[in-house]
């Protein structure tokens, strides 16, 4: 199948301001574009990319005084199969584990494996490991918060969510990949486009969160807001948590003033 996917944002500074944007696909997903992926700013100014050390492509320029937007499309290719389901998949002992699955062991800024590490062995540490450890933390996390667009807040924190038992998507991904540290399980933080493909239309299109677990050898996707195997998902980033991933660094002040995404089928224009 084919799905077309982008955004278009608009922001207002009062000076130049220099800005790095994470939001064009991963590098190993580009082989799938059906024809490099667009890029306009208005006005034009000068861009160029770097990958960082998540291997995330990052974009970098300087957003004039005034209004300034970037707009992106593309089309890739997708396999149109659903999310993978592998209740077969063990956990890695820590000392068998690659080294660069380290990392996403440890707490990190929005993720205080410290704080939460006795309320997940509490929960969790009687059941048995592997996939379907993962999964009861993902049934859990969807189960205890609440989603809630108006209750968003960019600084809450894997604790704070667990005690206030709301989030956006951003909030389930992080209670659950805390857990899954707490469990000595390698989990990291994804961001990317989640279209309505193939599920009933709930929410206002934009960009999702999720997370990817490290299983018998293989990162493999786990959706705790969603809970549910879906279709085309185009990885954005990956990092430790949100703050390794914003769609925006600003080094300077700025206001947010429009922001729209797109993700959807169009498979039968391609034919």
């Keep these: 199948m084919f799905i077309r996917f982008g955004y278009d944002l608009t922001v207002t500074c009062?000076?130049?301001?220099?800005?790095?944007?994470?939001?064009?696909?991963?590098?190993?997903?580009?082989?799938?574009?059906?024809?490099?992926?667009?890029?306009?700013?208005?006005?034009?100014?000068?861009?160029?990319?770097?990958?960082?050390?998540?291997g995330n492509r990052c974009r970098r320029f300087v957003a004039p005084a005034g209004d300034f937007s970037i707009w992106a499309d593309?089309?890739?290719?997708?396999?149109?199969?659903?999310?993978?389901?592998?209740?077969?998949?063990?956990?890695?002992?820590?000392?068998?584990?690659?080294?660069d699955c380290l990392t996403y062991l440890l707490g990190s800024r929005y993720c205080e494996t410290d704080k939460l590490s006795q309320t997940a062995w509490d929960l969790f540490g009687t059941l048995p490991p592997g996939w379907a450890r993962v999964q009861a933390i993902c049934d859990y996390v969807n189960n205890h918060l609440s989603f809630d667009y108006m209750n968003a807040r960019a600084t809450r924190t894997a604790e704070e969510a667990y005690v206030e038992k709301v989030g956006v998507c951003r909030d389930f991904a992080h209670l659950a990949i805390?857990?899954?540290?707490?469990?000595?399980?390698?989990?990291?933080?994804v961001n990317g486009h989640l279209g309505d493909i193939g599920v009933p239309i709930l929410d206002p299109m934009d960009f999702s969160a999720w997370m990817e677990v490290?299983?018998?050898?293989?990162?493999?996707?786990?959706?705790?807001?969603?809970?549910?195997p879906r279709i085309g998902r185009i990885v954005v980033a990956r990092g430790r948590d949100?703050?390794?991933?914003?769609?925006i660094n600003s080094f300077g002040q700025h206001l947010l003033k429009s922001f729209r995404v797109w993700t959807y089928d169009v498979t039968a224009l391609q034919k």
Excluded: K, S
């Design 74 to 99: 593309g089309t890739v290719e997708d396999t149109g199969e659903l999310d993978p389901v592998r209740p077969d998949l063990a956990e890695i002992p820590v000392a068998e584990l690659p080294d």
């Design 178 to 189: 805390t857990f899954c540290r707490c469990m000595n399980i390698p989990a990291r933080y």
């Design 214 to 228: 490290y299983l018998g050898g293989e990162w493999i996707t786990f959706d705790p807001r969603n809970n549910i």
């Design 14 to 54: 009062e000076q130049p301001t220099p800005m790095v944007c994470l939001m064009e696909i991963r590098p190993e997903r580009e082989a799938t574009l059906q024809a490099p992926q667009r890029i306009v700013t208005t006005p034009a100014v000068e861009t160029h990319t770097y990958v960082d050390l998540f």
């Design 242 to 247: 949100a703050a390794d991933v914003p769609l």
